[in-house]
């Protein structure tokens, strides 16, 4: 585990693959505005943060319908079926083998925090989390405040914590706040575009699970 002694997971494209399930939302709202949908190839190579700026790499205008209708059309639907997704696969032995470990770990999402809360309870996945921050509203935006609040409550060097993502928002997020980062690359954003920009990419979270060393215990 590399002396890490805290772990920050994101929850969107990281633990919970949702990224078909956002890519369908998003082009039920495309085809509303007549523009043609994207391809799950193509929406994750325009996804990115602030998401409005994605919503505009998509074609929408937002001198035509704001963004933030825009946005609580998709929080809507999302939040609608959003059971119907499911966490990506080795989610769950990761958090465990971590946990057993005596490693303590917390969740930092884009996702509205009550919202957050409720999934993640609706999984089973609170026992594993010390820490669960969510933002303060539904448009996505940075974390970076949260996460700068996150790191007072954990109270450790930054060099034993670390942040696990699927954005390089997330290793934005993760600079800003001193601590280390990787991501998976199987969520919302192609591996081609973080790679670009970072060097600790995995494929996977079984990839994950080698490089923490878990499949040893």
Same mark, same amino acid.
């Given at each position: ?17 949702? #990224?078909?399930? +956002? ?10 505005? $007549? ?6 190839q193509k929406y994750r190579e325009i ?5 409005? $700026? ?8 937002? +001198?035509?319908?704001?963004?933030? %209708?825009l946005g609580r059309n998709f929080i809507?639907?999302?939040? +609608? ?7 990506? &696969? ?28 409720? %999934? ?16 303060? &509203?539904?448009?996505?935006? +940075? ?5 700068? /609040? ?7 060097? =930054? ?18 706040? =001193? #601590?280390d980062c990787v991501l998976i690359a ?6 081609? /575009?973080? %790679? ?13 699970? /080698? ?7």
């Open positions: 585990m590399n002396n890490y002694k805290h772990i920050i997971w994101d929850w969107n494209g990281t633990l919970l693959n949702d #990224v078909d399930y +956002s890519k369908n939302i998003i082009n039920n709202i495309l085809s509303d505005n $007549d523009l043609p949908k994207l391809s799950l996804f990115t943060f602030p998401v409005q $700026d994605y919503y505009v790499a998509a074609g929408l205008d937002f +001198s035509k319908t704001s963004f933030e %209708i809507d639907e999302y939040e +609608s079926k959003k059971l119907t997704c499911s966490l990506f &696969n080795h989610a769950v032995e990761v958090l465990s083998l971590i946990h057993k470990k005596g490693i303590t770990q917390s969740v930092l999402s884009a996702y509205l925090h009550e919202n957050l809360v409720k %999934i993640l309870d609706h999984y089973g996945l609170t026992k594993y989390f010390d820490y669960v921050n969510g933002l303060d &509203n539904i448009y996505a935006g +940075s974390k970076v405040n949260i996460g700068l /609040k996150l790191i007072e409550k954990i109270n450790l060097p =930054g060099d034993e914590i670390l942040f696990i993502g699927d954005t390089l928002h997330d290793a934005e997020v993760a600079n800003a706040m =001193g #601590v199987n969520g919302h954003q192609v591996k081609e /575009k973080l %790679i670009l920009k970072h060097d600790k990419v995995f494929e996977d979270l079984n990839d994950l699970k /080698k490089y923490l060393s878990l499949d040893k215990m």
